[in-house]
C-alpha cells in the first residue's frame, strides 16, 4: 500500500535579509577585519542565495538582528548566546510557522483539522517540552486524541524520516489521516569563529517551516501524488564527514568539503537500488527534487546522474529563494514540483518523481513518488 499526499503546505518568518546584507552581518557579529569582510562576501556570493528568512529579523529600520539576542563578538570570549536562550527563543518562534505550515497543507489537501488522527513533527535545530506538537495541536485544533511521534535531530534529511513513520501510522491504519510539520530555525545557531564549518554554515542555513497531510492510498479515490518507494542507506567511511552537535553556545555544524565527492560516488548505485526496488524505469523519472545542501552538492548530483542542469531548476530555486531551511526544504520543492507537474506533462500514463536529502552520517534517503498523468492534468 502507497502513502497517498493530499497537501503540502510551506511557511516562511515575514521578514528576510539579502545574502549580501548577511555577509555584511556575520563580519560585524565576528569582529572582523575589512579583508576578512571581503572574503566572507565572496564565500556568500558562492552560495548562490539571494535571500533568506530569520526570525530574528527586525522590524524596517532596525538593526538587521536582535543586538541584544547576537551582540558583537569584539571584546567578548562567551560566543554570543547561550544555548539555553537560543532554546528559549526556539520555543517561542518555532510553534508559529509550524502551526502556519500545516495550517495550509490541510486547506489545500481539503483536510479539517478534526480529521487528523496522527500527528508527526521533525525539527534538529530545537527542543521544548511541552513542544511544537502540542502547539501545533492547539493552534490548529486537532482532536486532543491525536496520536504523536517527533523525529528529531536527523537533520536535512529529516523529512524523510518523517514521511517514512506517516507512511507506516497508515499502512497500520487504512483510516488514519496524518499531518507531518517540519519546522527549523537554523538562524538561531548563528556561530561566531573563522572555522570554515562554521562560516559555511552562517552563509547558507535559513529558517523555515512545511507540511503535508496524507492517508494510505486507494486506487478508487486517490488520483494524486503518492509516496512509492524509499531507501536510507549510511555510506561507508563516512561518519567524520557531517555532524551537528550541540555546544554551549548553540549547535554547531562540521562538514567535510569531500561530502559532495562521497554524494555524487555513491548517488547513482543508490537511485538503480531504489528504482529497482520499486519497480520503475531510469527513464519513467520526470522530475528531480534534490536537497540544496549547497550548489556543490547540486553540481555533485547533476554530473553523477549525466542531468541536465534544468532538472534541477527547483531545487536551486529553493536554495536561492529560501536558503538551506534544513527537513523543510525538501518539501519546499516538492511543492512546486508536483503544483508545475500538469502543465508539464499531459496524456495517460504515470508521472514519477525522485527525491533524495543528505544529513548526518553521512546519511542518504531517497524517496520516489508516483502520479497518474491524466489525472495530474486535470487537477
Known sequence: MSFSILGIGTATPPRRIAQRDAAILAGRLSGSAAARERTLAAI???TRIAHRGSVLLEEPGDEPFAQSFFPPAEGSDDGGPTTA??????????PRLAAAAGREALARGNVSAAG????????C????????DLAVIEELGLPPTVARCHVGF????GAF??????????????TAVVLTVCVELCSLHFQYGAGADRIVANSIFADGAAAVVGRAASSASDSGWRLVGQLSEVLPGSADSMGW???????EMTLSAEVPGQIASAFPDLVSRLLRQSGIAAESIDHWAIHPGGPRILTAVEQALALAPSQLDRSREILATRGNMSSATILFILERLFADAPSQRTGAGRRHCLAAAFGPGLTAELA???CDAAAASAA
Open 154 to 157: 536527523m537533520g536535512c534529511h
Open 161 to 174: 524520516n518523517a514521511i517514512r513513520a506517516a507512511a507506516a501510522f497508515a499502512a497500520a491504519d487504512p
Open 116 to 123: 487528523v488522527t496522527h500527528l508527526v513533527t521533525c525539527s
Open 368 to 370: 520516489v513518488f508516483a
Open 44 to 46: 556568500y556570493r558562492q
Open 85 to 94: 536562550a537560543r532554546m528559549a527563543r526556539y520555543a517561542a518562534e518555532a
Open 125 to 132: 535545530t530545537g527542543f521544548a517540552a511541552p513542544g511544537v
Open 245 to 251: 552537535i550541540i555546544g554551549d553556545h548553540g549547535f
